[in-house]
């Protein structure tokens, strides 16, 4: 199967920055091509898509954190990154990473990591 792990989660200031990442793991993603994602979740509040990179590393971005979260990744490592910059209290939430394989039609989860942001 396979194994995701986040890190980096933190307590920030206001205007402060974090940097997430997600290592991928699993004899599957040396086989087929994965997209990889972050989401997040605040408290009472659905979860939502963050930022999403394909294995080509086309990127798409929630409308919320255009031009001040960064989504990459690197394919030699199977590790996905999220730099964000410019952090305010409306990003506090637990924040998941989320592996998708198309040609199998499953997905995986990390448990993810909290990133809190203080006023």
């Known amino acids: 199967q396979v194994q995701v792990v986040e890190s980096g989660g933190g307590l920030v200031q206001s205007g402060g920055s974090l940097r997430l990442s997600c290592a991928a793991s699993?004899?599957?993603?040396?086989?087929?091509?994965?997209?990889m994602a972050w989401y997040r979740q605040a408290p009472g509040k659905q979860r939502e898509l963050v930022a999403e990179?394909?294995?080509?590393?086309?990127?798409n971005y929630a409308q919320s954190v255009k031009g001040r979260f960064t989504i990459s990744r690197d394919n030699n490592k199977n590790t996905m990154y999220l730099q964000m910059n410019n952090l305010n209290p409306e990003d506090t939430a637990r924040y998941y990473c989320?592996?998708?394989?198309?040609?199998?039609?499953?997905?995986?989860w990390g448990q993810g990591t909290q990133v809190t942001v203080s006023s």
């Open positions: 989320n592996v998708f394989v198309l040609v199998m039609g499953k997905n995986w």
């Open positions: 699993g004899s599957i993603l040396r086989t087929y091509s994965h997209s």
């Open positions: 990179i394909s294995d080509m590393g086309t990127t």
